[in-house]
């Protein structure tokens, strides 16, 4: 069927002019016929206005039936030089819609397309001012009461929210709201960020003493504006929030800081949100026409009511509230959990001293902080990987192109490798009573994020400290009650304690929405995050992509961004999009809402 | 002679063998006949320790008799492809030496070579971290009374400059000091940056209202941290200072603001300076092994002393001192001089509604700065520039690879260009009586710049409010004396005045060192910048590198560092490679100091 003879340029040249001429013509059924039974074509904006990944033939279908009409895709083109081996074969391309520019990444299995990602660059006459077209600056001349760079911005914030509305509201200023409202500015729309800690890069410097970036500085970057190349891989908390602030200064965002958002109504009829803020004493009513919720893709904290707690005489609180380890030297300190959080607090108060017992209920996966940066992200985030030519937004562009549904077949060998090489790492782990996993079908860490956002911890130091017995661990048990003096087991043992931390993990994000707009809302657009795997913490049905991150919820104007810093960074642009098409009064027909299964 | 079918690539690394094996063979005499009779070689600092263009063979011989046993070169190599037509060839190379890394640019006519240019990019073993070998970061793992980067870097500051010494202090914080201290952390040379000011930027917010960079922004890139593509081609003067206070703070560099140096004195004895600081109304003496002044390559005001000065009633001041033009609406403004700064403060009085007459002593070269931009720079710095491969280093080296005696064959026709281009603009300029100039060989704006410093105005919006009157202008006069009113013109004439600017320039950079160190180290050093090209204020002997800058001085252990932006950050590369070298105890010969000719 394949002319094996033809070069992997040519096959992904024929596939791509083959796909635009059945779509030019409107034969949706010849378009679909070149797709693979095994296939998957993810779009990011543009053909369905949503992220969305459409499995299978006849899912294909139904969307082009819907969309095509109004998307009218053209230009497809391969870029570069396609690669490939024996059946396989994979390129990049640029298309076009009627009013938008994209790019994207296929995969051929022959003469079929197994896995296409089409994603939206910019749009047509809304495109970022940058290189060619950045602004000129100051206008040379001479003109009588100017107002210059300093006093236009001086006015233009100090009127924000007060003589003029911005059209988008961010609540939440962490990498996920700065990246956004980064990308908001190059597209001119006027937002306003807010957030309740004083001064950008709070939210990183408030954490625990010895934290640093879990993930690689390649696999960190903002946008626009990477960290220079003597950056190091694992960058302190303090470091990051210098760089946050900077970043927010310098891309002249509309930080508010120390501002706490109190509540939010949408008004159907105008369109508009009434998002009413506390800022520095002041109360401020802001009418954006669109919200984002970018507080975190943690949401309230979850802090389990056992039995007893009232009673306990010493210090207890969740994981969220705990303000590191310098209070409790000598102190006998129990942690519930045995996620991050809990491996971090550990540590922490290890450090300074503390008498420190870790109680895991449930079995955690442990991926080795170096492992994980040469095994998962090495091939593209990391140095190897720039000097092979993958740029940030490159392996971007990779990671999403690979579906959902079959991601954890390409991340069950790496996990495998990585339990070879970490052999004796593990054996001593779990030598110490520590309850292990590696993801319900061995998908390792990435996959756990993706379903659960929780259920992992990535070594930097405390497993180390539990094989070696300093941080005491009771595992295999569950907390029966609260004493006045401690912790009662379900396997009657008591831990005696002053402080009992609750790392218990955090609700989904719609909880956020919960408090700020209102039960309702929440429960309208549902719970926030999972895959829809059925696995722990994430039931079915299958949903294909991140319940509610990214893209429209149910509640009209109402978007929740997050994530890590890869993804704050990648899916703020495809959010961006979405606002500008909005503000710009673009059409944006969304295909491919799924309904609300899971309220939490 | 040469062999027409051979490609550029292929004379180019035929060369390169043969001068590598000529040099390895210690055989200068086939090194130096492998040379045009019309030749140079500019080297930074690889074989030189210094910064010296060597004119001729004679020269060149001369230059290695000296400094080929110590240098020990090696390696030459061709990088990427060399190009050429007719019988020029020119190409890349890297090279190293006993100590350090290298990479040059080279012209060929035949098989001979015009002009060489060697530079040093890193000392071996003294690399700066980066890429692959960039910091780890926090080490993993969990370490008990640890400090923290933040608790680390709050120490280290708090002691660096009274419980330990800096290698190095920097006088001075706009941009060059800025960049000189990025160069010297990234090199690990503990360094002081002392500033007048308080924050870093000050000395762009403080100027007038109106200004913005003259220089588009491809030029302007400070290093390791480049603007993001966004930027505006003409940065706006609180915008840069924005960015100079974020870079300051995300490089950590040692930046004390509102900190002033009084007086520094070298001890021989010890090899050490003693700068006196008042900071925050304390003295601290802080002991470099190296005192660069960073100060501007605007020397002290020149403030000519005018007949009758003391009697004038009204206020006057030199053009450093201007405040802006708030305060004088509706006053008569009489500024003497006709160069940048007197064009600027023109316009910005203009602006404030006040009644303005320039005061042309001399004649002055106008170049519009779009013109600037295009004819002259646009080659190597701008969009058009990076769309063709041409990186910042790239553009930097090439303008380095041009020996500054035949620069301005390069320079003349650009102009001529421009007269064409510009020609309506300059007969209405003319017409309005104002005295034009293209420098005296017609080589136009940069070669007064670097000559003089001065002598032209990259016009802005000003040369328009002269051709149409607003800004008045008498042009051919002196001034006779400054009367209890106003001014008293060589012709006679009188301009009342309630402000008189005297925009009449500044003295060599080396009028810094005699006020913070001594008239006999002023002297020592002598004149600074300048080529000595026997044109006005750049008088001969010809020197062929500008006096005195970033290399070494007659005065031990003292360095003047400054330019414009690109000099700033092209030659803080050099200059910190020879301190570096100096703190590691590496042997650093110096070839071709020459002598003073000039004292200021």
Same mark, same amino acid.
Request: proline share 4%; with cysteine; glycine share 12%.
């Given at each position: 069927?394949?002319?094996?003879?033809?070069?992997?340029?040519?096959?992904?040249?024929?596939?791509?002019?083959?796909?635009?001429?059945?779509?030019?013509?409107?034969?949706?059924?010849?378009?679909?016929?070149?797709?693979?039974?095994?296939?998957?074509?993810?779009?990011?904006?543009?053909?369905?206005?949503?992220?969305?990944?459409?499995?299978?033939?006849?899912?294909?279908?139904?969307?082009?039936?819907?969309?095509?009409?109004?998307?009218?895709?053209?230009?497809?083109?391969?870029?570069? !030089?396609?690669?490939?081996?024996?059946?396989?074969? +994979?390129?990049?391309?640029?298309?076009?819609?009627?009013?938008?520019?994209?790019?994207?990444?296929?995969?051929?299995?022959?003469?079929?397309?197994?896995?296409?990602?089409?994603? &939206?660059?910019?749009? *047509?006459?809304?495109?970022?001012?940058?290189?060619?077209?950045?602004?000129?600056?100051?206008?040379?001349?001479?003109?009588?009461?100017?107002?210059?760079?300093? $006093?236009?911005?001086?006015?233009?914030?100090?009127?924000?929210?007060?003589?003029?509305?911005?059209?988008?509201?961010?609540?939440?200023?962490?990498?996920?709201?700065?990246?956004?409202?980064?990308?908001?500015?190059?597209?001119?729309?006027?937002?306003?960020?807010? +957030?309740?800690?004083?001064?950008? #890069?709070?939210?990183?410097? *408030?954490?625990?003493?010895?934290?640093?970036?879990?993930?690689?500085?390649?696999?960190?970057?903002?946008?626009?504006?990477?960290? @220079?190349?003597?950056?190091?891989?694992?960058?302190?908390?303090?470091?990051?929030?210098?760089?946050?602030?900077?970043?927010?200064?310098?891309?002249?965002?509309?930080?508010?800081?120390?501002?706490?958002?109190? /509540?939010?109504?949408?008004?159907?009829?105008?369109?508009?949100?009434?998002?009413?803020?506390?800022?520095?004493?002041?109360?401020?009513?802001?009418?954006?026409?669109?919200?984002?919720?970018?507080?975190?893709?943690?949401?309230?904290?979850?802090?389990?009511?056992?039995?007893?707690? +009232?009673?306990? $005489?010493?210090?207890?609180?969740?994981?969220?509230?705990?303000?590191?380890?310098?209070?409790?030297?000598?102190?006998?300190?129990?942690?519930?959990?045995?996620?991050?959080?809990?491996?971090?607090?550990? =540590?922490?108060?290890?450090?300074?001293?503390?008498?420190?017992?870790?109680?895991?209920?449930?079995?955690?996966?442990?991926?080795?902080?170096? /492992?994980? &940066?040469?095994?998962?992200? #090495?091939?593209?985030? /990391?140095?190897?990987?720039?000097?092979?030519?993958?740029?940030?937004?490159?392996?971007?562009?990779?990671?999403?192109?690979?579906?959902?549904?079959? &991601?954890?077949?390409?991340?069950?060998?790496?996990?495998?490798?990585? =339990?070879?090489?970490?052999?004796?790492?593990?054996?001593?782990?779990?030598?110490?009573?520590?309850?292990?996993?590696?993801?319900?079908?061995?998908?390792?860490?990435?996959? *756990?994020?993706?379903r659960r956002?929780?259920?992992?911890?990535?070594?930097?130091?405390? /497993?180390?400290?539990?094989?070696?017995?300093?941080?005491?661990?009771?595992?295999?048990?569950?907390?029966?009650?609260?004493?006045?003096?401690?912790?009662?087991?379900?396997?009657?043992?008591?831990? @005696?304690?002053?402080?009992?931390?609750? =790392?218990?993990?955090?609700?989904?994000?719609?909880?956020?929405?919960?408090?700020?707009?209102?039960?309702?809302?929440?429960?309208?657009?549902?719970k926030?995050?999972g895959l829809g795997s059925n696995t722990t913490k994430d039931p079915g049905p299958w949903e294909? !992509?991140?319940r509610?991150?990214? *893209?429209?919820?149910?509640?009209?104007?109402?978007?929740?961004?997050?994530?890590?810093?890869?993804?704050?960074?990648?899916?703020?642009?495809?959010?961006?999009? $979405?606002?500008?098409?909005?503000? +710009?009064?673009?059409?944006?027909?969304?295909?491919?809402?799924?309904?609300?299964c899971h309220? #939490?």
């Open positions: 069927m394949s002319n094996d003879a033809r070069t992997p340029s040519e096959r992904v040249s024929t596939w791509l002019a083959g796909f635009g001429a059945a779509l030019e013509r409107a034969d949706i059924a010849a378009a679909v016929a070149m797709f693979d039974d095994d296939s998957y074509w993810r779009d990011l904006v543009t053909f369905t206005w949503n992220i969305t990944t459409l499995e299978g033939k006849p899912a294909i279908q139904a969307m082009l039936d819907t969309t095509l009409g109004e998307v009218r895709p053209n230009s497809w083109a391969l870029t570069g !030089e396609a690669t490939g081996s024996g059946e396989l074969s +994979e390129g990049w391309f640029s298309f076009e819609t009627a009013v938008a520019r994209g790019k994207g990444q296929i995969r051929l299995k022959g003469d079929r397309c197994w896995t296409l990602l089409t994603t &939206m660059t910019e749009l *047509k006459g809304f495109e970022e001012p940058r290189g060619a077209t950045r602004p000129r600056g100051v206008e040379h001349g001479a003109f009588q009461d100017r107002k210059n760079w300093q $006093q236009r911005k001086d006015q233009a914030e100090a009127e924000l929210g007060y003589i003029t509305q911005p059209y988008c509201v961010i609540i939440g200023g962490g990498q996920g709201g700065i990246a956004m409202g980064a990308r908001l500015k190059r597209l001119g729309v006027p937002t306003i960020i807010v +957030e309740k800690n004083e001064r950008p #890069g709070d939210s990183w410097r *408030k954490r625990y003493k010895s934290l640093c970036l879990h993930d690689p500085v390649w696999y960190d970057h903002l946008p626009y504006l990477p960290f @220079p190349d003597h950056w190091p891989v694992f960058a302190p908390k303090d470091k990051i929030g210098d760089w946050l602030e900077m970043y927010t200064k310098v891309m002249e965002l509309n930080y508010w800081g120390s501002s706490e958002a109190k /509540s939010a109504q949408y008004d159907e009829a105008t369109g508009e949100w009434n998002v009413v803020v506390e800022r520095g004493g002041e109360t401020v009513v802001l009418r954006p026409k669109q919200l984002v919720l970018a507080t975190g893709m943690s949401g309230i904290a979850n802090v389990p009511q056992f039995p007893g707690a +009232e009673r306990f $005489q010493g210090t207890q609180h969740h994981s969220s509230q705990h303000p590191g380890g310098e209070a409790f030297h000598g102190k006998r300190c129990v942690v519930i959990g045995s996620n991050n959080s809990a491996h971090d607090i550990c =540590a922490d108060l290890w450090e300074h001293g503390a008498d420190v017992t870790m109680v895991q209920r449930t079995s955690t996966h442990i991926a080795r902080s170096d /492992s994980l &940066m040469d095994l998962a992200l #090495g091939g593209l985030y /990391s140095e190897q990987a720039v000097a092979n030519g993958i740029t940030t937004d490159t392996a971007d562009m990779i990671f999403a192109s690979i579906p959902y549904k079959i &991601m954890h077949e390409f991340q069950i060998p790496i996990y495998k490798q990585m =339990a070879e090489r970490d052999a004796e790492f593990y054996e001593r782990l779990a030598a110490a009573g520590f309850m292990l996993d590696w993801g319900e079908d061995g998908s390792g860490l990435f996959m *756990k994020y993706l956002g929780s259920g992992y911890y990535i070594d930097v130091g405390a /497993s180390e400290l539990i094989i070696e017995g300093k941080v005491k661990l009771k595992s295999g048990v569950g907390v029966a009650a609260i004493t006045a003096h401690g912790v009662r087991l379900s396997d009657g043992s008591e831990l @005696p304690a002053d402080l009992i931390v609750y =790392a218990t993990g955090y609700g989904s994000m719609n909880g956020w929405a919960a408090r700020l707009i209102s039960q309702e809302v929440a429960d309208k657009v549902g926030c995050w294909g !992509e991140q509610n991150m990214w *893209k429209p919820t149910h509640q009209e104007a109402l978007w929740f961004h997050g994530g890590n810093l890869h993804q704050s960074r990648h899916y703020s642009q495809f959010l961006s999009l $979405q606002l500008k098409a909005r503000m +710009e009064g673009i059409p944006t027909p969304v295909y491919g809402m799924g309904e609300v309220l #939490g």
